[in-house]
């Protein structure tokens, strides 16, 4: 009964604060849209397929910070510091966290929360049937705008590291209830003042951007899918 009681007020509350930030930040999000469309060609958001909750798909919504097709262009889904790909509103906007502001609507919609693990990208984990327990157990609930991971060092962690925070926050709110999402919120925060992790670290300095996103994504990939007894990689 406790966990239900929190699953309820978690969905409340994430419906309830997102429709008033929905409204209240609406000048801001004119501001940004008309600053976005000044500063390069292409369109004012950027969407996404990405994984929710049991490996469902949907689009997530961001305000573009890259040039158009930048996906498929240079590192690929990583960004690493100076991206030459990354637009100079888009910089601003993801020093200050501002382009995820469009995903209050993917959480009034249902498919995100505003607390849990962050949603991969579709591919980014290879084919999701095959994932070992540890790397699908973060798809027992809903994906997130931030999460534990997110306040724990955000880019700064291997995608290994992630997913054992998004397991520990699935097993700490079944505990601690909605008060675990407040105390991540305000960790949140906190890291988004102080523009901590923003951007991905490479595996080894002397590659080059290309070289580093080849070797992380096939990396991640084969850890994603080994035996369960092997994977041991702990979290200090």
Not at 87 to 105: A, H, I, M
Not at 130 to 138: A, E, G, P, S, V
Not at 219 to 232: F, G, K, L, Q, V
């Amino acid at each position: 009964m406790w966990y239900s009681l929190n699953r309820f007020l978690k969905r409340f509350f994430d419906v309830l604060l997102c429709s008033i930030a929905l409204i209240v930040l609406f000048p801001l999000w004119f501001v940004i849209a008309v600053a976005i469309k000044h500063d390069s060609k292409g369109p004012i958001l950027f969407s996404q397929e990405r994984r929710t909750k049991n490996g469902r798909l949907f689009k997530m919504y961001k305000f573009r910070s890259m040039v158009v097709n930048a996906e498929s262009m240079g590192a690929g889904l990583f960004n690493y510091r100076n991206d030459p790909r990354v637009t100079k509103v888009g910089c601003f906007l993801r020093n200050t966290s501002l382009d995820e502001l469009p995903q209050l609507w993917n959480v009034v919609r249902g498919d995100l929360s505003l607390v849990g693990p962050r949603p991969c990208v579709s591919y980014e984990l290879g084919d999701f049937e095959t994932l070992n327990n540890k790397y699908k157990k973060r798809f027992e609930v809903r994906g997130g705008i931030t999460g534990l991971a997110q306040i724990k060092g955000r880019n700064e962690n291997s995608w290994n590291e992630k997913v054992t925070y998004d397991n520990i926050y699935i097993d700490e709110f079944k505990r601690q209830g909605i008060i675990l999402d407040v105390k991540i919120l305000l960790g949140t925060v906190v890291k988004v003042f102080k523009k901590q992790d923003i951007y991905e670290e490479k595996q080894n300095d002397d590659m080059s951007d290309m070289e580093a996103a080849k070797f992380a994504e096939e990396e991640i990939i084969r850890i994603a899918h080994i035996a369960d007894e092997e994977c041991t990689e702990k979290v200090e």
